[in-house]
């Protein structure tokens, strides 16, 4: 595909996580007893609308989020309406409120699900299955099927210790232990800046039912991963790197065009992502929201109304300033002809 289409594939995609994300709040609402007033994929100007039942369904002109509208959340709303989002049980509330960084969970446990069914990078041991043409593992002769057993003399077990290890040595020739056929060898291979040795790892292809744990185990284990990131972004606010809309779109259209096993997997971490972001306790986001009802429990009586929407406020101003103060950075990186953070991925060195 040209950029062009790798560029729209990427923002309709993160267009419908969000979507789904949304969804899950529109579900539960549902499920809760709750009366949805408007369900809209974007923001800004309406260019379509539909009505079923209660909710307004809604395509709007920003593709890039969405919003529900559930009735009862703003002071004075709906005051004598049982199915009003405040008159609904606390734990109703939770329900609803959590559905969304959960239903981003469960789109990553789907997609990561599809990729187990085609095949799935195994990267218990560090086993080549593939090598990229014109990298410097080819240049260093490294086959398929060899098994790295060490980098410059440290051990290596699994794949992610491969790309770690390959990592802490750029513009550096590191010697690799590998066996091949049985046999030991070493091999000698000089790495770039940015450090890509430039294999992936092999394939392995899951039963429908054996799909089900492996996707599920890596989408803890990734959820994890990105739940320790944010807590190091958060402690070292300097040395993060953080991506705005046009840094996202960049790195899923980049990933795009390395087949859509890798699309996939890209999307499924913008999933968990997106739902680590959500639980963050900031306000306006779900997590600033079950931090309200968390303190209902302990006050046993709600926070007033009207304080909570003007704390929500607030927190959605500075939020508007963070994604504005992030997507100049990536127009900086654009201008500079600095590539986005690296996405991830099976090619050891990313």
Known sequence: MTLAANVL?????????IALHELGHLVAARLAGMRVERYSIGFGWV????????????????????????????????EGDPRAFHRRPLLARVFVIAAGPLANELVAVLLVYAVALAGMPYTKVARVGQVLPESAAAAAGLSPGDLVRGVNGAAVTSFPDLVAAIRSHPGE?????IDRDGKPRRILVQLGTPPFLGVSAPLRRFSPIAAVPAAIGWTVRQTAWVVTGTLSAFR???????????????????????????????????????AVFNVLPWPSLDGGRLLFLLFEILLRRPVNRRIEMAVHAIGMVFLIALVVLVTVGDVRRL???????PAGGADAGR
């Open 9 to 17: 594939v990427a923002l309709l995609a993160i267009g419908l996580l």
């Open 47 to 78: 260019l379509a609308r539909r009505r079923f039942g209660d909710t307004e369904y809604c395509l709007s002109a920003i593709p890039f989020g969405g919003y529900v509208k559930i009735a009862g959340m703003a002071p004075g709303e709906d």
């Open 173 to 177: 020739t590191v010697a690799l232990e």
């Open 236 to 274: 070292h606010p300097h040395a993060a790197q953080l991506e705005g809309p046009i840094g996202t779109i960049q790195t899923t259209a980049k990933e795009a065009e390395h087949g859509w096993q890798s699309l996939v997997f890209t999307l499924a971490l913008l999933s968990l992502a997106l």
């Open 335 to 341: 201008a500079g002809g600095a590539g986005p953070p």
